[in-house]
């Protein structure tokens, strides 16, 4: 079986998020979306806010999961008996990045595979990044994240930090 973690901090979840993950899943058997938990980084959106954002993405894909995990990722492979990882490229900087996470993964990770998707034009401009700046500002999100979320998410951010 074959079984992939999508990795990240989903902080928060995005459409190009999802297209990746779409894409991914006439490739593997099943898809764990993990999201990483680095005590060092204050997230915008509380971890358990984000997993079920994440879940409600996919509400008929019995294939795709969500679980969080701290420490290394080839770690939380070996813990889940995944042996791929997914990564998504939108720029060459993020494959200068993830070129060697993912050479260091495959030696620690002891063979851990990573595959990339190059996202599509129609997304390749979205980040969890700006998205988090643009709801700070107070702008619309709805461009930019899942159409089932899009509403809970400024909502929450309302009442939640002004
Ligand atoms: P971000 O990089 O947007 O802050 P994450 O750390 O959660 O968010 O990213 C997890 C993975 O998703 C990374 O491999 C990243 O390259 C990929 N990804 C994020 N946004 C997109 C997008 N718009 N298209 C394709 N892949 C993406």
Redesign the pocket.
Same mark, same amino acid.
């Given at each position: 079986m074959k079984v992939c973690v999508?990795? *990240?901090?989903? /902080?928060p979840?995005?459409? *190009?998020?999802i /297209?990746?993950v779409r894409r991914a899943l006439p490739l593997f058997d099943q898809i764990i979306i993990a999201v990483g938990v680095n005590n060092a980084k204050q997230r915008l959106f509380p971890l358990e806010k984000s997993m079920n954002w994440i879940q409600q993405c996919f509400p008929n894909e019995a294939r795709v999961s969500v679980r969080s995990y701290e420490g290394l990722t080839v770690d939380f492979c070996r813990s889940v008996k995944a042996e791929f990882l997914?990564?998504?490229?939108?720029s060459t900087s993020?494959f200068d990045y993830?070129k060697t996470i993912s050479q260091m993964n495959n030696i620690i990770g002891k063979g851990t595979e990573t595959v990339f998707?190059i996202?599509?034009p129609e997304?390749?401009?979205?980040?969890?990044?700006i998205?988090r700046e643009i709801i700070k500002g107070g702008a619309d999100v709805s461009p930019f994240v899942p159409e089932a979320i899009k509403a809970e998410i400024s909502d929450f951010y309302g009442k939640n930090h002004k």
């Open positions: 999508f990795p *990240g901090s989903f /902080d979840i995005t459409s *190009g998020h /297209d990746l997914l990564r998504g490229l939108r993020d993830e998707l996202s599509q997304y390749s401009h979205i980040s969890s990044t998205v």
